[in-house]
């Protein structure tokens, strides 16, 4: 079966410590990103990454950082800079066509909840 | 700028009534539009996807949208809600000129009554 794949299903931080969040894909996709959701917010971008090797910053970076080693993970840490941790994190893919004018899709992961200690 | 604007946060309708899940978005040129449903504590699965092609764009279960530029608008409807139908849903507008990003709405929580 294609998909993405979060791990784990909930994490707890403890104050001051960094925690990192997996996403894996095996649907050959260049393009991964990471997202938060907070009730009544939709979703925010964090990081997105187009290709190995190569990430860029979303509109609410601060507190994370991401790499992206290998095309099929893009994992997510949560330093302690970031003072207000507890959220939904979602992990997406898409593919990139060079060139290509219409829009593609993004696939979601199941999602890893954070919660603090 | 490009935005999105989802016109309720809570929407209830009773089983096998017509559901209408309001989206209105802003955009500089020829958007790309979505619609996702969350089910609790899951991620987002695509239901449909507007790419300039037909304006009345056919998703998946029973589903449907329709893109009118002259409202700005990317309405969901269904035409008999089910009680599996209960979830949030994201309308969704994608910027393609940066990197594929997408904005999205902060959602309409749908509750079916039976």
């Known amino acids: 079966d294609g998909g993405i794949t979060q791990s784990p299903k909930y994490l707890f931080r403890k104050e001051g410590q960094n925690v990192t969040l997996s996403c894996e894909q095996n649907?050959?996709?260049?393009?991964m990103y990471w997202y938060r959701q907070d009730p009544g917010q939709g979703l925010r971008l964090i990081y997105y990454?187009?290709?190995?090797?190569?990430?860029q910053k979303g509109d609410i970076a601060e507190g994370y950082s991401v790499s992206r080693e290998k095309k099929e993970s893009f994992p997510l840490t949560v330093t302690s800079a970031q003072k207000n941790p507890t959220a939904f994190y979602l992990c997406?893919?898409?593919?990139?066509?060079?060139?290509?004018?219409?829009?593609?899709?993004?696939?979601f992961g199941p999602g890893t909840r954070l919660l603090v200690l | 700028a490009q935005s999105v604007t989802q016109l309720d946060s809570h929407v209830s309708v009773s089983e096998g009534t017509p559901v209408l899940l309001r989206c209105n978005y802003s955009?500089?040129?020829?958007?790309?539009l979505f619609w996702y449903v969350q089910h609790p504590n899951k991620g987002l699965q695509l239901l449909l996807k507007?790419?300039?092609?037909?304006?009345l764009v056919k998703g998946i279960n029973g589903f449907e949208a329709e893109f009118k530029k002259s409202e700005t608008s990317f309405h969901l409807t269904k035409p008999s809600a089910h009680m599996s139908d209960a979830a949030e849903y994201f309308c969704?507008?994608?910027?393609?000129?940066?990197?594929?990003?997408?904005?999205f709405g902060a959602g309409t929580i749908l509750r079916v009554k039976s």
């Open positions: 997406a893919s898409s593919t990139r066509l060079a060139g290509a004018s219409y829009q593609e899709t993004q696939y």
């Open positions: 649907l050959n996709h260049d393009a």
């Open positions: 990454s187009q290709i190995v090797n190569d990430f």
């Open positions: 955009s500089s040129y020829s958007p790309s």
């Open positions: 507007y790419t300039s092609a037909a304006t």
């Open positions: 969704v507008v994608s910027l393609p000129r940066q990197g594929n990003k997408l904005v």
